[in-house]
């Protein structure tokens, strides 16, 4: 990879491969290494007017996970943005929330060094502004890379320090204060980390780690050894594959439930006592339910793959429901805009208005368990989900074509003109009839098309998947 170091000398084709929609991310060092990070830390800087000169906060907050190149890549950064006259305070390893957390509370901006789900060659960067506002492609990231790209300014001030701040007894103590479960009936949680930073969080948020007294919780741990090579399964529980061990083992233990965290412990999946994987539609809907209760008439945010059962609990319980499209920045966008009190993704991503419009897998965790810990004692998980499991999802399906514009083309006309059939253009295409909705979506990476069907039965289910397949698929061949 070309060095930078302000110079302007990296090559288009890494930058537009690395520097994402959302955040910074490459495979170590082919793509990302330690001089990108330097000058993605000085510009960060420029871009954002950080410095105390430039009537900014003058300090930047910095976290980690437990990846095994994260170390150099965090000490780069830091050396870029101090370089311009900012501070950096790093809090060391934590979760992508922990740093969400961080940032709010400090009113700071803030940068995690994670690639979340990806395997262990991968590291990147998740950008923020002070309260965790996010800093995506149309909100700084952009601007980030063409100054990586053409060169920095020349900058010829006082050097930042580095300093070091725990905070993890703190976000502990915050998410506790925000769901209290010390009065839960006792509950056997089973919790699969993945090697990930939820064997940091988990200890310290339902156990006594971070100095907290105990809960009525008897957490039995799986992987919760910090291993950045992920020796047991990948982190990423979105995959059927890697929920596996976590659902053998809820069975096994007689557990009351099983909860699955990402690789940056941002997400969270859900596994009910009989072992089979909680859609993330159906714990959007449980959340809203609970949030409204506390907020009556207030404005919960879904996305466009939600299943139909979050708009129709949001109005059951007197919300008022929002679908936007896929992504955390327009869910961020959009709560901030409407002052949404709740929004919840079909991919496992959960965002709180009382954490800073910032999501949290953690914190979903809580509001789960606090639910079922509720209920009547003998009531199980899936008993207490009943209400939200209404339709037949197919699971996201992704077809490789070779022009995926085309292809969904060719899906419309096939619909258009349908009696009682709709189609919108918010994210993908959409169409949708009485008892049937399907989402067909563009990978922003990859020759993909991302198909999402839902039904009143699995009949109808399966009929409309096949159709829609057909057409997909006919076009690679």
């Known amino acids: 990879m070309a060095a930078g170091h302000g110079s302007g000398a990296y090559d288009a084709r890494i930058l537009d491969s690395v520097i994402k929609a959302y955040d910074v991310r490459g495979i170590v060092p082919d793509q990302f290494d330690a001089a990108l990070a330097r000058d993605v830390g000085a510009a960060f800087v420029e871009v954002l007017g950080i410095r105390v000169a430039d009537g900014g906060p003058g300090a930047v907050v910095v976290g980690q996970d437990m990846r095994p190149s994260g170390d150099g890549l965090v000490e780069a950064f830091a050396d870029g943005v101090t370089s311009r006259g900012c501070d950096v305070i790093r809090i060391g390893l934590a979760s992508t929330d922990g740093l969400y957390f961080a940032s709010g509370i400090l009113g700071l901006p803030g940068a995690m060094f994670t690639a979340s789900h990806n ?218 805009e409407t002052g949404a009190i709740f929004g919840g993704e079909h991919s496992g991503h959960f965002y709180f208005a009382d954490f800073w419009r910032a999501d949290s897998g953690m914190l979903a965790a809580l509001h789960v368990l606090a639910a079922l810990g509720e209920t009547p004692a003998g009531t199980t998980l899936s008993q207490m989900l009943e209400p939200y499991d209404r339709y037949v999802v197919s699971g996201e399906i992704n077809s490789e074509v070779g022009d995926p514009a085309e292809a969904t083309a060719r899906v419309a006309a096939y619909f258009a003109g349908r009696p009682e059939v709709t189609q919108d253009r918010l994210d993908g295409l959409t169409v949708a009839a009485p008892e049937w909705w399907f989402n067909l979506r563009p990978s922003n990476t990859e020759p993909l098309l991302r198909l999402n069907v839902e039904a009143r039965d699995a009949e109808t289910m399966q009929a409309i998947r096949d159709e829609v397949l057909a057409l997909v698929r006919e076009m690679t061949t």
């Open 119 to 336: 395997p262990a060659r991968y590291n990147g960067i998740k950008l923020c502004r002070s309260g965790a506002a996010p800093v995506g492609q149309d909100t700084g990231l952009r601007e980030i890379r063409g100054l990586v790209e053409s060169g920095l300014p020349d900058y010829a001030g006082p050097r930042g320090a580095v300093r070091s701040d725990d905070m993890l007894a703190r976000y502990a103590d915050y998410l506790r204060d925000l769901v209290d479960l010390r009065t839960s009936r006792p509950l056997t949680v089973v919790v699969d980390a993945g090697n990930g930073m939820a064997g940091l969080t988990v200890p310290a948020v339902l156990g006594t780690a971070a100095g907290l007294g105990g809960l009525p919780l008897d957490v039995i741990e799986m992987y919760f050894e910090l291993d950045g090579t992920f020796p047991h399964h990948e982190a990423n529980p979105i995959e059927p594959a890697n929920l596996r061990d976590l659902q053998r083992e809820v069975v096994a233990r007689g557990a009351d439930i099983g909860l699955a965290f990402d690789g940056d412990a941002d997400r969270c999946f859900v596994v009910d006592e009989k072992g089979r994987a909680v859609t993330p539609s159906a714990i959007t809907a449980l959340i809203a339910e609970r949030e409204l209760a506390r907020h009556p008439g207030a404005t919960i945010i879904y996305n466009c793959i939600s299943s139909r059962t979050v708009p129709e609990v949001i109005a059951e319980r007197g919300g008022v429901g929002e679908r936007t499209r896929v992504g955390h920045s327009f869910i961020k966008g959009r709560m901030a």
